[in-house]
């Protein structure tokens, strides 16, 4: 068997793609960025990047993910820092022709977080916005009136949207990930609207209210209430240690 020769393969370069999601306004929102520079140079696209030869995959994304929004990733070993998010990484693209300039494939990341401010554009993009993931989702992008605006997202990052987003409207139903898009105390009410913009579904109040309440590990009362969403005092909660929900929270069909 031959020595393996590096040279007889054609280099090819690695990106990370983000998929940050947020509720803002009772909607499930995706955050895009407008580019700068060619390819599809005035398009709304992902945020992401070329990934560094000095660093790994995580690294990278929280690096892009601070560069392009100003956001910051948590660190599992510490406390959430302001406006900090969830990390993981989603799937990998890897299509010949995803990429007009050369072979790249893309490690893609999802990214939730509560509901945030408006995002500060850097790097190359030349601007960055929220917008309902329906918004991105539909065929003619929908973003304005104009060629430049309504056109789809750059490259696959449609494709790779619509992946995000079906994995975080599945996970959690199994998982406590929903409220990495609540505040640190929130209450029954918030984290219900969570799923009903995460779901795209109504949900009783009440039945709510049990599920979660009696789910072990999923949420712990912080002793203090609210009024911010009017009327009689809301009790607060926090994040459970439960990482994993038993019975799970199954998606209503519709």
Same mark, same amino acid.
């Given at each position: ?6 040279? %007889?393969?054609?280099?090819? !370069? ?17 955050? %895009? *960025?407008? +580019?700068? /520079? ?12 070329? *990934? ?5 995959? /995580?690294?990278?994304?929280? +690096? ?5 929004? &100003? ?17 993981? @990484? ?31 554009? &850097?790097?190359? !993009? ?32 449609? $494709?790779?949207?619509?992946? #995000?987003? /079906? =994995? !975080? $409207? ?9 409220? %990495?898009?609540?505040?640190? /105390?929130?209450? *029954? #009410?918030?984290? =219900? =609207?969570?799923?009903?913009? *995460?779901? #795209?579904? !109504? ?25 911010? @969403? ?9 994040? #459970? ?14």
């Amino acid at each position: 068997m031959p020595p393996y020769d590096p040279s %007889a393969f054609p280099p090819f !370069a690695v990106t990370v793609d983000l998929v940050v999601l947020t509720v803002r306004r009772h909607a499930l929102c995706a955050l %895009a *960025v407008r +580019r700068g /520079e060619p390819p599809f140079q005035g398009r709304w696209a992902l945020p992401g990047g070329f *990934v560094r030869p000095d660093e790994d995959l /995580e690294a990278a994304a929280a +690096r892009e993910l601070a560069e392009e929004t &100003g956001l910051h990733a948590h660190c599992p070993a510490g406390p959430p820092p302001p406006y900090g998010a969830h990390l993981e @990484q989603l799937a990998t693209y890897g299509d010949p022709k995803r990429d007009p300039r050369m072979r790249v494939v893309s490690v893609a990341h999802l990214v939730l977080a509560p509901d945030l401010p408006a995002p500060t554009p &850097g790097g190359d !993009a030349r601007g960055a916005r929220w917008a309902p993931v329906e918004t991105f989702l539909e065929q003619d992008g929908g973003l304005g009136r104009d060629e430049e605006q309504s056109a789809p997202l750059a490259f696959d990052h449609a $494709r790779i949207l619509a992946d #995000g987003v /079906e =994995r !975080a $409207r599945s996970k959690i139903e199994y998982s406590s990930l929903a409220t %990495a898009f609540c505040p640190q /105390e929130f209450t *029954v #009410g918030e984290l =219900r =609207r969570v799923y009903e913009a *995460v779901w #795209g579904v !109504a949900l009783d109040p009440r039945n709510f209210h049990r599920k979660v309440t009696g789910t072990p590990g999923f949420l712990v009362p912080t002793g203090g209430t609210t009024t911010r @969403q009017g009327g009689r005092p809301a009790q607060l909660f926090r994040a #459970g240690g439960a990482t994993l929900l038993n019975p799970p929270m199954l998606r209503p069909e519709v």
